[in-house]
């Protein structure tokens, strides 16, 4: 809810037509997040490099008739897109995981047209499923937890537990800001969020050419 909100008023600043406004989700997985941009109406491709999270996204995509929404199998340094692409670029929770995270950030700032907008979300530290879920539970109630069991925890120790051992790239909340001025980016607000605050998002714009 917290990226869509952001992406509804980057879009509102750019175009009232919200399929015209390009969205890339980078290392986008099954594509939950990718579908929630897509169903509120943007123009959405979900850049994933594993061949198996692909094909369930894609066939997720068939089952659901959605026509703005298309799914690539490749990593961003690699895929050809074009200079200038996107209005806006979304990364959650694979920054930290990245062999070359400064440079999925340089990737990711140059298909980003001028003047649009970049939504990332890393990891601050290890998350702890089962204790995040009683905090969780604890705090906001069981649904809350459990629907954070499903969607995120236990899709996270599942990756985790089979990913590439690269990293981990937790940085602190001066750490984050910094990587991405260097990258280009105005940072434009940092919040804590996800899995109990574990992770930062960070808002960001890539300024308009002069």
């Known amino acids: 809810a917290e990226v869509l909100e952001l992406v509804e008023t980057s879009a509102k600043a750019i175009s009232p037509d919200r399929r015209a406004f390009q969205v890339l989700d980078i290392d986008c997985g099954p594509g939950n997040l990718t579908f929630v941009l897509a169903e509120a109406g943007f123009s959405v491709l979900g850049l994933e490099p594993y061949g198996a999270l692909i094909e369930l996204a894609r066939e997720k995509r068939r ?3 959605l026509a703005n929404l298309a799914f690539s199998q490749g990593n961003l340094a690699t895929a050809a897109m074009r200079d200038g692409a996107f209005d806006q670029v979304v990364n959650v929770h694979t920054l930290y995981s990245h062999a070359d995270p400064r440079a999925l950030l340089a990737q990711a700032y140059r298909v980003l047209k001028p003047g649009g907008h970049a939504i990332f979300v890393n990891h601050t530290r290890p998350v702890q499923a089962l204790a995040t879920f009683r905090e969780l539970r604890a ?7 459990l629907s954070c069991l499903l969607l995120w925890l236990l899709p996270h120790s599942l990756f985790e537990a089979s990913r590439r051992r690269i990293g981990p790239h937790y940085w602190s909340a001066e750490t984050f800001a910094a990587n991405l001025r260097a990258t280009g980016f105005t940072v434009l607000e ?5 899995l109990n ?3 930062l998002l960070l808002w960001a714009k890539k300024e308009s050419e002069a």
């Open 197 to 199: 605050g574990a992770s």
């Open 190 to 194: 940092a919040r804590r969020t996800f």
């Open 63 to 65: 089952a659901k008739r």
């Open 139 to 145: 705090r906001e109630g069981l649904g809350s937890a």
